[in-house]
Each structure stands twice: as C-alpha cells, then as structure tokens.
C-alpha cells in the first residue's frame, strides 16, 4: 500500500483494517499523533486529510486512497515554526503536551476554513479535543491571538 | 494560635511509624552523606561537583530527579540550579538521570505530621525538619505532594552555587586571580580583565578541587530566572509534537506487548484460550502473567487486537461486587467507635452543644475516580542475563527499580530505570503495576526489549483510584454564628496500602489522608471536631491529584457553607470572622475583593459560591459564578486567589492553578468510577468525560506572598473548585447538592 504523509511517499504493507495512526506511529515512526482513547472521543490523534481534521485513530489505511496526510509534523517544525505552534509557544499553552498535537491540528484546520472564528465557533470545533491538565484557557487565547496575526498578515 | 494546643496529638499520624524508626535509626544514618552518584562512572575529563550537575568539555548537564508529568518540574529544577550556576538554562543538557538514594525528596512527608501547615511553633518545626530523616533513610526519591519546589528551593539553588564556587576556584588557581575577584556570568568564570574561562574548559581541573562549600545564596532582588515569566524549556518541543514521551520510544528489535488482566483487580486466570490469538498476524507469543495474559507482537495494534480475541475466564474479584456494597461497607464505618482511626481536631465540646437545641445534620458523598492521563501507562524493559533496562514515565523511579531487582534477581547496580517525560499522571504514575507486567514478560523473551503500552480501557479499568468516601456532617449555629461544627469522614486508608506496595511491608498505623483537608483548615469554631473513620481497603485505591485533601475540600466547605447560610451570615465574611490565619485571611479577602463580592445572590437564576481549602500548606480560595439556564448549569467566571510564599514563575503558577481548578471542577461536574461485577464500568473518555472546552469559564488568578514558606501549586487548586461550584448553584438554585458527581441530580451546559 501506498501512502503520502507529510509530502513524502512511504509503502506499508498492513491489514487494510489497521488505523492510520498505528500505521503512523509504529510501522512509520511517525510518533506527533498521540493514541489517547481509540474511540474518537479525545482528539490525541488529530491529523489531517486532505487538509481536513480527522481522527488518525478511526481512519482505517484501506479507506485513505490516495489523500495525502499530514501529521503535526508536517505543520512545522522548531525550526520553521506553524502561526499556530508559533501562537501555542508564546501563550506558554502547553503543560504535559500530550495532547497539543491534537489540539493544534484542530486549530489549524479551524483557521485555514475560518480565520476569523467566533467564540462560539472556537468551542464547537475544539470541543472534540480533550486535555486533562486543564490548557483550555490557553488554548482558546492562543487561538483568537494567532486569528488576529493571520488577520493581520 | 493557644487554641491550636488543644489539638489532639496523641497520634502520629503516617509519618509516626516513620518517626520511630528514625529515632532507632539514630541520627548518624539520618546525617551521613550520601555518596554522589555521578561520580561513579565519571570520565577523566568530566567534573560532577554536586548530584545535579555534571560538566565535561562538551557541555553542562543538569540533573532534575523529581519527575515531570506536565506540571513543568524540568523547567523549575534547572531554573532553580541555574540562577546560581549562572548559566542559560536553555543551553543546558536535562535529564532526570539515573534514580538513586541522594535523590530523596526531603519534603514530601513534612505535612504528614499532626500540626496543620500554618502551625509554625518551634515544635511543628521541628518535627517538620525531622521528617526529612525517614524519607532520606526509606531513599524517598518520590514526585508529589506540590513538593518539588519546596524541596529543591535551597537544595538545588545550593547545588548550583557550590559548583560556581568551586568552578571560580579551579579558574583561581589557573589564572593566578583571587577567587574573590572572579566573577560568573553565562557559563563562564570572567577575569578582572574581561576574559573567559568557559566551565567546560575548567570541569577537568574541578574534578581534582576540594568543592567550596561555603556558599551564600543570592537574594531574590538578584534573580535573573526566577520570580519572573520564562519560557517553559520543554515548550517548543510540546508545540512542535517534537516531545518523545516513553510511549514514543523505540528500542532496535523492539516486540510490543498487550496485557489483559483481571477487572476484579488483584484476582487471577483461570483459564484461557488463546488459539485464535496466536494465529493472528504479527503474534509472535502469548504468555500467562501474574493477574492475566499478556501478548507479544510486531506492533500495538496487533498485539491489543490478539489479546481482545482470546477468551479468558476470570477469578473472583477480591472485593465487594457492586459499588452499592463497597459505599454501604464505607457507611457503616462512620460514626463507629471501632472504626475509628483518628481525631485530629477536637476543640470545646461537641458532644455537649449537640446535646440539644435545633442540630443541623447532612451526609454528603464522593465517588472513586479514575486518574486517566490522557498517556496510557506504557513501559519499555530489556532483560539481559547481566542487567535489566527499563524506559518509563514514573514519580517513583527507585521503588520501581527494587522491584526490578527483586523480579529479576539482579543486582541493584545493573538495573536501570530511565524516567520519561510523562503525558499527565495525577498520581497514576505513583503505581507501577504495568511495569511488572513488563518486566515479568521481557523475563520470557530475553534480550528482547518488550514495549507494553495499556489500551485506554485497561488504563481506566485497572488504574489504582481516588477512594471514594462518605462524610457525616452535624453542626449548630447562634447568634448569626457558626458555633458546632463536627465532621465525620470514612474512607478506606490510602497510605498505608501504598507504602505496601513499594516497601513490601505496609505500615500500621492511622492514616492521616481520610481527613486531610479537613481536620487540618485554619478556623476556629467554639466546637469543632473531625474524625476519621477507617473502612477496609476493597478495590484498589491510591494518590489522585490533591489525595486526601480532594474529597475532604468538598466535605468540610460544603458543611461550613450550610451553617454559615444556616446562621445567615455572608459566606465569605463568615469564614473571614471564623479564619484564624492571617495569610489564608487575606487570601479570602483577595478572592474576595477581584470577583467584587457583595453576597451570593446575583439575580435571578444566578448566583456565586465561595470555598476555602488549605492543602499542601497553599491556602486556596475560589469563588465560582454560575448561571442556571435551559440547557442546564453554566459556569460563568472562577475567581482564585492562592498564597505559595514565594512566585517562582507565574506563567506557569496560573497554568497550574488553572489545571487544578478545571481538574476539580470537571470531576465534580459529571466523573466517577462505579463497579458492576467486581470490574470498573466507566472504560473510556466518553464515559468519563471531564470538562470540555465549551464548558470551560474565563478563570482570573491572584497569587499573594505572605506566606512564610515557599510552597507548591500542583494540586492546591483542586480540593475548593468542587464547593465553591456546588455553593454557586445552591446560590442560584436553592438546590443544595451533597453527592459527587452533580450531573447525577443537575445537568450542565
């Protein structure tokens, strides 16, 4: 099988059953999205396709085709920071971070089809996304900041 | 504080035990130094003057022992050495090291003396300075109990400015300049003239030195990294998705392995099939183990896929079926004489003002929890012939290690525990049953490394929980005052069951955690009485984020706040008039003075809560806004005030504080862990949901500086979120609800 993750191309071959987050983390050392529940209730796991937000944990690699993934990654890097890892650094969001790989997928993909979301909006697209250190605050301000550079940009 | 005398001390509690055995000890094991492990394997070139740090030509490496689960302890630990060191923290190696004795955590048992923590007579001192002996003698290298900062904040300062000193020292000597005249400045020693010596090119000729250790510490006016905001150092690892935490790591040759163990946790197999299993893809074995079955794969998902299609037929759980029958063994402890397990607080005469007159009574109710990291617990272990290696998120790394010794029967010396970084734990990461479990399957294979990670539903359904307990509360009130307030608290104990699992041996003895954060407020009512009564320990129990302290906030300010309303007094004035401690006074006044307080009531269908709780010496107050609307109770505005002495980092204070706040309050609103057929019900997230990001309200943080002690913010913040929301809704609904969770009798937005 054929899969495009973070614009390169990598052959596995697995059960097409296997989700694309173990294809991820175990077969392709992809290790951003986290497994947290399995079930699609904590968004540990976020990736997108296509661009779209998606659960890697419930997306079985025999029904990706041929969308391209791309994981928290291939969002950016320390180096080359995202607007929204950029944003999630200076609001100091972070406390286990185990589930920031998730949020900021989420976020992302709000933004680039909403840059400029409401409150309202804010909470019904990151509801999805669980954090049991309590980041929620931060979140929400880090994402109405990097809402206002991308207004601003 | 004369009133304080009449508190009942005839009991020592956990840390009593602990006490004897120091004294019999003697002082001489309680005072010898112990050794400094990084000189063991030291190179020619490498100088490690102090435990934490350890300089060779290439850099500096810091040592941060007390694990982090999110709460930013690297960041603080190298901050803490740093502003001695005079180095940039960020360019520094850090790493928890390997486990070892020096490590201790001094501090960790100092609040389990029977003096509240604003008690600082000589006496309570004193016993305080002297619980440092068993937790250096038991080799306590434990994370928890907000004790990290407490516990380094000398110590590490300390380590950092010995080795500056002896670094000038070695620069002294090779420059011919007095050491007095050297300065420090960046991870370097400069000359009078401008010059440098960097520490890497002077740790060789440290190494040989006699360490200068008599050393002052600079005063906080001097600090360039703490009492500031920082950049957290693990951040841009943490928004990058850059952070390898244990379930991240690989080993080369790595097999995966699931385990199903009993949900009646502690009970066995007796029997299994696993024909199916074995001739499933990737399976490479499946092998009984202690409790249940475990199997070894080329990859996770394979291996929690074979272990779900082998058919295992379970032992009895070792404890009552249902919950129903757990709650009714904890029911018919309280209040009976025989189950009595201490009475810490006991001032003026309760018995007699309950004697007669109008006697208000409730009985209220906390359910166990689950901790539910959103990590799973995952440990890798490599067993040789020659040593064992284990890679693991854990808060007690040299337990975790004395059981490896014993399982393997290695010496202590060729076992090694590599702490990760950790994906939250709330006190999951004080067990280590999945580590045995590991350790007990990489023993069948061998020089093979083995990576054991739960699935979320053995995570949930075999976690070690927050107990739960019931709370009889009586009380009087006269003239507009509360005058009697007698609380009744049963649980099983907590403590004594831990240290078991650790020690090999359970210490007898009362355990303090059924009434902390009870008996331990600094009020002072005319009658004023809390018990703890003792239930037997049925399904497995442990420490949970605030431990003893996160039913008995809810328990002790729930009763208050119903006597105050009974009196007719104002809930914050009241328990200001009642307070006997000037800094968790003006915490009050503080919490009350930013959410512009002026009574419960807000209007129709609104109201606002106050509660007070002093845990881990952090007095706490929270007011909480609410709103009763269609959809059900929406959470408006938090208020927090908090006093931890002093601020190292309020960046980070208020995410705690935040952390902890929501971390109360989303169990209270809707989380317990319920047990059908000896097996906890609630598997995953959606049955224990917690609070999600719509539901969370804008929180406004005020740390003061009062108190005399500097002190952790961990878990300060949870014990009073609870109260202070279900005080709130009885302000805007007349609705007065006893029993965690509330959605059992109100529904939220």
Redesign the interface.
Known sequence: MEITVNDESYTVD??PE??LL?VL???L?I?????????A??G?CTVHVNGYAVRSCQLAIGDLGDSKVS???G????ES?HII?KT??EH??????????GQ?MQAASLLSTNPDPSDDQ???A???????????????SAIKAAAKKIQGS | MGRLRTITRRTFLIGSVAIVGGVAFGTYMAKRPIKNPLLADLEEDEAAITPYIKIDASGITLITPRADKGQGAYNMQARLIAEELDIDPVTANITPGLPGPAYYNGTVLEESIPFPAYDHSAMAENIRKFMHVPAKLFAMQITGGSSTVPDGFVKLRMAGAIARETLKKAAAQRSGVARDLLKTEDGSVVLPDGSRLAYTELAAAAAKIEPVTDVQLRPSSEWKHLGKPTERIDMPAKCTGTEKYGIDLRIDGMAHAAVRANPGVGAGVESFDANEAESMRGVQQVLAIKNGVAVIADNTWRAWRAADAIDIKWAVGPYPASTAEIFNEIENVVDVEAHRDHRQRDEGDVDEALEDGEIFEATYKVPYLAHAPMEPMNAIVLVTDDKCEIWTGTQIPLFVRDHAVKMTGLDAENVFVYVQPMGGSFGHKLENTHVLQAIEIAMAVKGTAVKLVWSREEDMTHDYLRPGAVAKGRGKVADGKVETFDLSVGQSALLPDWFGRLMGTGIPGPDATITTGSWDQPFDIPNYRVTGYRAPVMVPISSWRSVGASGNGFFHDSLLDELILKAGADPLAERIRLCLDDTSIKVLEKVGEISGWDGSSMGENRGRGVAFCMSFGVPTAIVSEVTRTEAGIRIDKVYVAVDVGEVLDPVNLEAQVFGGVIFGMAHAMNCETTFENHAAQQNNYHAFEGMRLYQVPEIEVVALSNAKKIRGIGEPGVPPAAPSLGNAIYAATGQRIRELPFNKQIDFV
């Open positions: 697995v059960e296997m989700p173990w983390r175990d077969e050392g290790t951003g999205p986290k497994y947290g529940c399995g079930i209730q904590c540990a994981t928290i990654e969002l950016g890097s320390p920071l890892q999630w650094i100091q969001v972070a406390q286990c971070g185990y589930c920031q790989s900021m804010i909470d019904a990151m509801s999805g996304n669980l954090c049991r250190c309590g980041t929620y605050p931060r979140i929400r």
